[in-house]
């Protein structure tokens, strides 16, 4: 696993909770979901490329685990990592943290697939990306000897 990126910092509005006042499952999904994006233009899978290269990332399995529940005007932080990156796919672990508390709230794995966006299908992950995701893992590997 690669160490932790802050991927998502936010507050939970009243429009995020469900009929029992706590935030509803769609929201988490939805915050992760930024979380994934910030870390994929980490590394350098970004808008721009994407257009430039007629790629994408498609989602194609997600798990979230809910540890605790949230309510309006909490502050939450997301922290991400990676866990794997294959020839076409990239793992990424999330979690949600409550800022006040420090729990993890919540926390998900999701699998996205690079693909070609014309004729949607899997494509490799461009070297630069499979290098900076070593170097992120590099990183991490400094840091627990240190």
């Known amino acids: ?8 910092r936010g507050i939970i509005y009243p429009w995020h909770c469900d009929h029992m006042g706590h935030m509803n499952v769609m929201w988490y999904a939805s915050k992760f979901d930024e979380a994934c994006w910030q870390l994929l233009g980490m590394l ?7 257009a430039e290269h007629v790629s994408a990332m498609a989602a ?4 979230i685990q809910y540890k605790r529940e ?3 005007g909490d502050a939450v932080t997301i922290q991400s990592a990676l866990l794997e990156v294959k020839d076409k796919s990239i793992h990424m672990l999330h979690k949600m943290v409550h800022d006040a508390s420090g729990e993890v709230a919540a926390t998900t794995v ?3 697939v690079h693909i070609d966006a014309r004729m949607r299908k899997a494509i490799r992950i461009p ?5 900076r995701a070593l170097e992120m893992k590099e990183q991490e590997l400094a840091a627990l000897c240190t």
């Open 110 to 112: 999701v699998v996205g």
């Open 70 to 72: 949230l309510y309006p």
């Open 60 to 63: 194609v399995e997600q798990h």
């Open 1 to 8: 696993m690669s160490e932790w990126k802050t991927t998502y």
């Open 127 to 131: 070297e630069d990306v499979r290098q």
């Open 44 to 50: 350098g899978l970004d808008r721009s490329r994407f």
